[in-house]
């Protein structure tokens, strides 16, 4: 049986030799089975189009980039995304319509309020901050919070009254009862 085997290997080896390197050395869509503009796969013995080319029933077409575009190293879809600061819009890139007070997000592909402005209705409205409060990094709420010891009552930071046997609690702009009292409606009682 060894014998056999090793009478057959040189054969073999001699067999898968030419079948490589007749594919590697052949042109392309030359009979071989891989379309112009291909490539054999790296693994498999399929092929896939080369990068600016996409499969249309058997062979590889130009992928067709629009102005303010790039092609992407992906294999599927349509092969091409619009450049950062521009988005799709029927198979063309368009350029974003930033507004006042605003900046082109991280991604390229959307914007963003400045800080001390919120996004409203499609434009950056300014966020308007009461005597007592400060600007917060929040998207969205009111866009500000009431200091230490002060609370949000409508537009407003107003003073927070606390009631006998309280204190601040971690937020600063809620009370909550000394130890070992409980709250219940709006007063601290024994357990």
């Known amino acids: 049986m060894i014998r056999v085997a090793n009478a057959l290997a040189p054969a073999l080896l001699a067999t898968f030799l030419a079948t490589t390197s007749s594919g590697s050395a052949s042109g392309q869509g030359d009979g071989?089975?891989?379309p112009e503009n291909a490539h054999a796969e790296t693994y498999g013995p399929g092929w896939e189009c080369n990068r600016g080319y996409t499969e249309n029933d058997g062979a590889c077409t130009p992928i067709q980039v629009p102005e303010n575009a790039h092609l992407t190293k992906s294999s599927?879809?349509?092969g091409w995304d619009c450049n950062r600061g521009f988005r799709e819009t029927r198979s063309t890139c368009v350029p974003f319509e930033i507004p006042a007070n605003a900046y082109l997000n991280a991604?390229?592909?959307g914007w963003k309020?400045?800080?001390g402005y919120q996004n409203?209705?499609?434009?950056c409205r300014l966020v308007e901050v009461p005597e007592n409060g400060f600007l917060n990094d929040n998207s969205y709420g009111t866009?500000?919070?009431c200091e230490r010891g002060f609370a949000p009552i409508g537009p407003n930071c107003e003073p927070l009254k606390l009631p006998p046997n309280t204190h601040l609690?971690?937020?600063g702009n809620r009370w909550e009862c000394d130890p070992p009292l409980l709250r219940r409606n709006n007063n601290c009682v024994t357990p």
Not at 120 to 123: D, G, H, M, Q
């Open 113 to 115: 309020c400045h800080r």
């Open 120 to 123: 409203a209705r499609n434009a």
């Open 107 to 109: 991604f390229g592909n």
């Open 143 to 145: 866009g500000w919070s």
């Open 76 to 78: 599927y879809g349509r």
């Open 169 to 171: 609690d971690f937020s």
């Open 32 to 34: 071989s089975g891989i």
